[in-house]
């Protein structure tokens, strides 16, 4: 085990991930941490087009074109003197492979929920894939300066929705033009909000109910109505409602919840204040033989994340690692556990989004950047020397499917480069049928192949196209007998590939088909998943 400054290190890091359904303000709340993190000076929203300001974490051509986040941005902020490790993930379904794989790697999530719309499908999703790890859940209701449903209402929604019990922390007063703002109920401070302005009151002479009861200057600044009312929510919610339980909320049963307008940056700081006093410092991961702890003097750490050409000078590749256990230190010698390679690691970045920064050291619940040439994969493990892998970060099959082709059959090799440069990342697969020379490019989302396209012109000079294909499902194919797997490649050439890792994969024109050949081949086993 390391020494009390590694212990003072994990103690200051937290990491996390913001997670919603598009337009519920994910990259709004981000803006706003990195303005109270004062890494930035303004945020660019992202309705602020006009002006050319665009939102910090949106650092790819298209997000700017289109305002929406379409890969993960990493970014690395301190509040407080705390170490916040921030992954801002893509909000739109088309990119939740992405998103998936982020949730590995990250010991908290801050769930963004639209006040006026509530649980929505993404939403719903999200929460599944966190509740695999039982990853903590911290809750901001957002918009609230705008018309919304009832607070209640919505909380009760959450607890039926997504199976998760609600410990509100702030409690707003009304809503939308009437939004006066929310009570801390743990602080026991008001904080009025005007636009743009936080002001905080505390009218607490004492501990006691009552004496904030007849608290005349509250009625002044929120009127009488609107203070009988809300009066009557706080004794319904603090009756209904327990005290958080921060070890069933480190479980992942209970989330606290917060209530704010971050397109104002009101709330921001409840949400930053919640995540040092009861998210958690940096917790262990499972390997295939033992658990990893952070307190581990050897260093330990996983790629969830490759990210092609952030420097298009350069046509780099990066590799994301979160770590694990021990330090990176400039110049440590790592063993890359999947090829059985060692390699010197003297060039590691911290993010702000496309923007890196080299670092001399990282400690565990950092994420980094390292140089991939190629070698380095999703999933890959990197260690001191012991040979272990790292757990549950899978490869998902696609759900739709294209046939890419160029405008100029000359660019034949360079596009095949490109492709599977950007596959490495993860977000779309690239297949090559056994039986001719066409790609097929395989994603979960359609958007995904518009993405493809303006990247292949922007990143490598590929005018390309795509079109549909009569594939609808991919699965992975492997048997415990060799001669099943000849006997079934021989017989069904026509709807097999090869995918990015030389792994084999059946590409099936409808779900009939795929039915039809599992009864067949009682050998074969066709998987949805493929361990990274």
Same mark, same amino acid.
């Given at each position: 085990?390391?020494?009390?400054?590694?212990?003072?290190?994990?103690?200051?890091?937290?990491?996390?991930?913001?997670?919603?359904? #598009?337009?519920? =303000?994910?990259?709004?709340?981000?803006?706003?941490?990195?303005?109270?993190?004062?890494?930035?000076?303004?945020?660019?929203?992202?309705?602020?087009?006009?002006?050319?300001?665009?939102?910090?974490?949106?650092?790819?051509?298209? *997000?700017?074109?289109?305002?929406?986040?379409?890969?993960?941005?990493?970014?690395? %902020?301190?509040?407080?003197?705390?170490?916040? &490790?921030?992954?801002?993930?893509?909000?739109? *379904?088309?990119?939740? *492979? /992405?998103?998936?794989?982020?949730?590995?790697?990250?010991?908290?999530?801050?769930?963004? +929920? /639209?006040?006026?719309?509530?649980?929505?499908?993404?939403?719903?999703?999200?929460?599944? +894939?966190?509740?695999?790890?039982?990853?903590?859940?911290?809750? %901001?209701?957002?918009?609230?300066?705008? /018309?919304?449903?009832?607070?209640?209402? +919505?909380?009760?929604?959450?607890?039926?929705?997504?199976?998760?019990?609600?410990?509100? $922390?702030?409690?707003?007063?009304?809503?939308? !033009? &009437?939004?006066?703002? $929310?009570?801390?109920?743990?602080?026991?401070?008001?904080?009025?909000?005007?636009?743009?302005? +936080?002001?905080?009151? &505390? @009218? @607490?002479?004492?501990?006691?109910?009552?004496?904030?009861?007849?608290?005349?200057?509250?009625?002044?600044?929120?009127?009488?109505?609107?203070?009988?009312?809300?009066?009557?929510?706080?004794?319904?919610?603090?009756?209904?409602?327990?005290?958080?339980?921060?070890?069933?909320?480190?479980?992942?049963?209970?989330?606290?919840?917060?209530?704010?307008?971050?397109?104002?940056?009101?709330?921001?700081?409840?949400?930053?204040?919640?995540?040092?006093?009861?998210?958690?410092?940096?917790?262990?991961?499972?390997?295939?033989?033992?658990? $990893?702890?952070? *307190?581990?003097?050897?260093?330990?750490? %996983?790629?969830?994340?490759?990210?092609?050409?952030?420097?298009?000078?350069?046509?780099?590749?990066?590799?994301?690692?979160?770590?694990?256990?021990?330090?990176?230190?400039?110049?440590?010698?790592?063993?890359?556990?999947?090829?059985?390679?060692?390699?010197?690691?003297?060039?590691?970045?911290?993010?702000?989004? =496309?923007?890196? %920064?080299?670092?001399?050291?990282?400690?565990?619940?950092?994420?980094?950047?390292?140089?991939?040439?190629?070698?380095?994969?999703?999933?890959?493990?990197?260690?001191?020397?012991?040979?272990?892998?790292?757990?549950?970060?899978?490869?998902?099959?696609?759900?739709? @499917?294209?046939?890419?082709?160029?405008?100029?059959?000359?660019?034949?090799?360079?596009?095949?480069?490109?492709?599977?440069?950007?596959?490495?990342?993860?977000?779309?697969?690239?297949?090559? #049928?056994?039986?001719?020379?066409?790609?097929?490019?395989?994603?979960?989302?359609?958007?995904?192949?518009?993405?493809?396209?303006?990247?292949?012109?922007?990143?490598?000079?590929? /005018?390309?196209?795509?079109?549909?294909?009569?594939?609808?499902?991919?699965?992975?194919?492997?048997?415990?007998?060799? !001669?099943?797997?000849?006997?079934?490649?021989? !017989?069904?050439?026509?709807?097999?590939?090869?995918?990015?890792?030389?792994?084999?994969?059946?590409?099936?024109?409808?779900?009939?088909?795929?039915?039809?050949?599992? &009864?067949?081949? !009682?050998?074969?086993? @066709?998987?949805?998943?493929?361990?990274?």
């Amino acid at each position: 085990m390391f020494d009390m400054n590694h212990q003072l290190e994990l103690s200051k890091r937290r990491t996390f991930a913001i997670i919603s359904h #598009p337009d519920a =303000g994910k990259t709004t709340v981000t803006e706003k941490m990195l303005l109270l993190g004062k890494v930035i000076r303004t945020s660019g929203t992202i309705k602020a087009r006009g002006n050319g300001k665009y939102a910090k974490s949106d650092w790819m051509n298209i *997000e700017k074109q289109r305002g929406i986040s379409v890969t993960t941005s990493v970014m690395q %902020f301190t509040y407080k003197n705390i170490l916040m &490790n921030l992954l801002d993930t893509p909000g739109h *379904e088309d990119f939740s *492979e /992405d998103t998936y794989r982020i949730l590995t790697a990250v010991d908290c999530c801050l769930l963004v +929920i /639209d006040a006026a719309k509530g649980i929505e499908d993404r939403t719903k999703k999200l929460m599944n +894939i966190s509740r695999l790890h039982n990853t903590p859940v911290i809750t %901001f209701i957002n918009k609230l300066d705008r /018309d919304s449903r009832e607070a209640i209402e +919505i909380l009760d929604e959450i607890e039926k929705e997504l199976n998760l019990s609600c410990i509100p $922390v702030t409690w707003p007063i009304s809503c939308g !033009k &009437n939004f006066k703002g $929310v009570y801390h109920i743990y602080d026991k401070i008001f904080c009025l909000y005007k636009k743009n302005i +936080i002001k905080k009151v &505390n @009218f @607490f002479a004492s501990n006691s109910f009552t004496d904030f009861l007849n608290e005349s200057s509250l009625k002044e600044h929120i009127g009488t109505d609107l203070y009988i009312q809300w009066h009557e929510e706080l004794k319904l919610i603090t009756h209904i409602y327990p005290e958080l339980n921060k070890k069933k909320f480190l479980e992942g049963s209970v989330t606290p919840i917060f209530f704010g307008s971050a397109l104002n940056n009101f709330g921001i700081n409840h949400i930053l204040e919640s995540l040092i006093k009861w998210a958690p410092s940096p917790v262990y991961r499972s390997t295939n033989i033992r658990k $990893v702890e952070p *307190e581990e003097k050897k260093f330990t750490g %996983f790629i969830f994340k490759i990210q092609a050409n952030m420097d298009l000078k350069h046509r780099d590749r990066i590799a994301f690692m979160r770590i694990v256990s021990g330090q990176y230190r400039k110049g440590i010698k790592l063993r890359h556990i999947r090829i059985k390679k060692d390699i010197i690691i003297s060039d590691a970045f911290s993010f702000l989004a =496309g923007d890196r %920064f080299s670092i001399e050291k990282a400690y565990p619940g950092d994420v980094i950047g390292i140089h991939n040439h190629g070698t380095i994969k999703i999933g890959d493990t990197f260690t001191e020397g012991e040979e272990i892998k790292f757990l549950g970060i899978p490869s998902f099959a696609p759900e739709v @499917f294209r046939r890419i082709f160029l405008k100029n059959p000359l660019q034949q090799k360079k596009l095949k480069k490109g492709l599977f440069q950007l596959s490495e990342e993860g977000a779309i697969q690239v297949f090559c #049928p056994i039986t001719n020379n066409s790609l097929i490019l395989g994603a979960i989302g359609i958007l995904q192949f518009d993405v493809v396209i303006e990247r292949l012109k922007v990143e490598y000079q590929i /005018d390309a196209i795509y079109e549909t294909v009569n594939i609808v499902l991919a699965r992975w194919i492997r048997s415990k007998k060799e !001669k099943s797997i000849s006997d079934f490649i021989n !017989k069904n050439k026509s709807y097999l590939a090869l995918d990015g890792s030389n792994q084999l994969i059946y590409l099936a024109p409808n779900k009939a088909n795929l039915d039809i050949i599992k &009864n067949i081949y !009682k050998n074969i086993f @066709f998987d949805k998943t493929r361990e990274q």
